[in-house]
T-cell receptor, first 118, second 112 residues
């Protein structure tokens, strides 16, 4: 079974609208972390947001928020007021196990290509 | 604070050759992870180093190896290159709290 599933290969969104990128995960660990990254055409992976499995509040970073539904094993990224510069590939990733050194491996989903339309 | 630096940015090598890629993590970060990204396989974990020790390894053949130096800089080496090794190789620098993993711009390797 896939550990990280992103079911939207591509999305087109009008500028200034909000967008939700879906991510579901599969793990039997109680402690894990969920990450979202943006990858523009240049190739660099840009860290956006992190959610720990024990965090009670949904993570937020500026226009990015993570809609964390633990029981459903869902960690959707919400981008508010989308901008043309948001056009990129977006990857959801998971680190299984507790957050200590020796456990930095991230498992990535297949990504969603987001295109913002003017 | 400088980000993660990967060198070189681009490489073209011939089948059978070997290649060495370099990654300098964010100052103060002691953990470095490597990933391979291809259109067919997506992003795959290669290995992770902390304090000059390999802590974790992905499912890659022994042709892929790495090391970390005392200043936390890391290198990965691929020997006997194959066409399928053409990929974007990304290095991640991991912070102490492990709530962040910052990537470099990557090295795009083309094997011809």
């Amino acid at each position: 079974a896939q550990k990280i599933t992103q079911t939207q290969p591509g999305m087109f969104v009008q500028e200034k609208e909000a967008v939700t990128l879906d991510c579901t995960y599969d793990t039997s660990d109680q402690s894990y972390g969920l990450f979202w990254y943006k990858q523009p055409s240049s190739g660099e992976m840009i860290f956006l947001i992190y959610q720990g499995s024990y965090d009670e509040q949904n993570a937020t970073e500026g226009r990015y928020s993570l809609n964390f539904q633990k029981a459903r094993k869902s960690a959707n990224l919400v981008i508010s007021a989308s901008q043309l510069g948001d056009s990129a590939m977006y990857f959801c990733a998971m680190r299984e196990g507790p957050s200590n050194f020796g456990n930095e491996k991230l498992t990535f989903g297949t990504g969603t290509r987001l295109t913002i339309i003017p | 604070k400088a980000g993660v630096t990967q060198t070189p940015r681009y490489l073209i090598k011939t089948r059978g050759q070997q290649v060495t890629l370099s990654c300098s993590p964010i100052s103060g970060h002691r953990s470095v992870s490597w990933y391979q990204q291809t259109p067919g396989q997506g992003l795959q974990f290669l290995f992770e180093y902390f304090s000059e020790t390999q802590r974790n390894k992905g499912n890659f053949p022994g042709r892929f190896s790495g090391r970390q130096f005392s200043n936390s800089r890391s290198e990965m080496n691929v020997s006997t290159l194959e066409l399928g090794d053409s990929a974007l190789y990304l290095c991640a620098s991991n912070g102490q709290e492990n709530t962040e993993a910052f990537f470099g711009q990557g090295t795009r390797l083309t094997v011809v």
